[in-house]
C-alpha cells in the first residue's frame, strides 16, 4: 500500500536556525498536511495546502514557518529561526482529490531544539 | 465552540477483554469522522472513518466505530482486546462544509494487561 514518507526522522537543532522537514506524499494525492504533536499533547493542524498554494493554516503556522512543493513528490516545511517550543513531532499527511478523503499520515519527524 | 472530546486519557484492559473508547462532538452538522491509532514512535494510522449511511462502521485490526447523532458520539469498539493493541487512539472530527481543518481529540492511551 503506498505511504507518506517523511525524513529525517529526526532532526536536532540549535536554537535561531533553520531546518527544513521533507515530506513525500502519496503520488496521486492533491491535498497535503503539516502537523504538531507537543509531546504528550494532541496533534494540532497547521496547514494544508492544494493547488501550489496554502488553503488554510493554523494561528500556530506564523511568519516563521513556510511550506513549499519544489517538484513533483516533495512537500517541506520550513521553520526558520528555531525555538524551544518547537520542539515537537511533526507529521505530514495526503489525501486524494477532494478534502474530505480520509489523510494518510507519516511516521512523522522528531524536531528537538537545543 | 466546535470541539473533540475523549474522556478517557488512560484506559486499562486485559487482554481479551472487550474495549470501547469515547469520542464525542461538537459541531453543528454531522461531521466526518475518523478514528486513528498511534503506536510508540510511529505515525498516525487510519483504523476507520464515517462519512454517512450504515452507522455501524468496520475498520481495520478488528476495530468498529458506531456513530449515535442524538449523542454527537462515535465509539470506537473491539470485542477482544490483544496485547499488540496497546497505543494512543485519537478521534478526528472533519466539518462536512466549508475549510475548517481536521481537528483531533486530545487521544485516549491504551494499556493492555495479562
Known amino acids: 500500500e503506498p505511504e507518506v514518507t517523511q525524513t529525517p526522522s529526526h532532526q536536532v537543532t540549535q536554537m535561531g536556525q533553520e531546518v527544513i522537514l521533507r515530506c513525500v506524499p502519496i503520488?496521486?494525492?492533491?491535498?497535503f498536511y503539516w502537523y504538531r504533536q507537543i509531546l504528550g499533547q494532541k496533534v494540532e493542524f497547521l496547514v494544508s495546502?492544494?493547488?501550489?498554494?496554502?488553503?488554510?493554516k493554523s494561528e500556530i503556522f506564523d511568519d516563521q514557518f513556510s511550506v513549499e512543493r519544489p517538484d513533483g513528490s516533495n512537500f517541506t516545511l520550513k521553520i526558520r529561526s528555531t525555538k524551544l517550543e518547537d520542539s515537537a513531532m511533526y507529521f505530514c499527511?495526503?489525501?486524494?482529490?477532494?478534502?474530505?478523503?480520509?489523510?494518510?499520515f507519516g511516521d512523522g519527524t522528531r524536531l528537538s531544539i537545543l | 465552540a466546535q470541539s473533540v472530546t475523549q474522556p478517557d486519557i488512560h484506559i486499562t484492559v486485559s487482554e481479551g477483554a472487550s474495549l470501547e473508547l469515547r469520542c464525542n462532538y461538537s459541531?453543528?452538522?454531522?461531521?466526518?469522522l475518523f478514528w486513528y491509532v498511534q503506536s510508540p514512535g510511529q505515525g498516525l494510522q487510519l483504523l476507520l472513518k464515517?462519512?454517512?449511511?450504515?452507522?455501524l462502521v468496520q475498520g481495520i485490526k478488528g476495530f468498529e466505530a458506531e456513530f449515535k447523532r442524538s449523542q454527537s458520539s462515535f465509539n470506537l469498539r473491539k470485542p477482544s482486546v490483544h496485547w499488540s493493541d496497546a497505543a494512543e487512539y485519537f478521534c478526528?472530527?472533519?466539518?462536512?462544509?466549508?475549510?475548517?481543518?481536521?481537528?483531533f481529540g486530545k487521544g485516549t492511551r491504551l494499556s493492555v494487561i495479562a
Open positions: 495546502f492544494y493547488n501550489n498554494e496554502i488553503s488554510e
Open positions: 478526528a472530527v472533519l466539518p462536512s462544509s466549508g475549510n475548517t481543518p481536521l481537528v
Open positions: 464515517y462519512f454517512s449511511g450504515d452507522t
Open positions: 459541531y453543528g452538522a454531522t461531521p466526518y
Open positions: 503520488s496521486n494525492h492533491l491535498y
Open positions: 499527511a495526503s489525501s486524494g482529490d477532494s478534502r474530505n478523503q480520509p489523510q494518510h
